[in-house]
């Protein structure tokens, strides 16, 4: 189970986007994440006419590193770690600071 999972907000802590938040997207099997308007990234992309897709420079968000962002704790209005614990035998994830448990 991961510590960090899709639609979940989070904060950046490290990084030249430290402080931005944003709405976890993708989670990809390799430790990286897709966060919404965070490391925003310039594409120059090829227009293809048979879609009728135009040409030109786009932004789009850049994948960015677990360990670089931190659970957004909306009670507490600060980033949270994430702990794992046992109830009625299932695993379940819960704010460290406060024992709360996330809504999955």
């Known amino acids: ?36 308007g965070v490391n925003l990234l310039k594409k ?13 420079i786009v932004e789009r968000e850049g994948p960015i590193e677990a360990s670089n962002v931190a659970i957004w704790n ?3 209005t600060r980033a949270d770690r994430v ?7 299932a695993k379940v994830r819960y704010f460290k600071s406060t024992g709360k448990r996330l809504e999955d």
């Open 44 to 56: 120059h992309q090829r227009g293809n006419p048979n879609l009728g897709k135009p040409g030109g």
């Open 74 to 76: 909306e009670d507490e």
């Open 1 to 36: 189970m991961l510590k960090i999972k899709k639609n979940d907000e989070v904060v950046v802590i490290s990084g030249r986007s430290k402080g931005q938040r944003g709405e976890v997207l993708e989670v990809r099997s390799d430790g990286r994440l897709i966060v919404s």
């Open 83 to 89: 702990g794992f614990r046992l109830e009625d035998g």
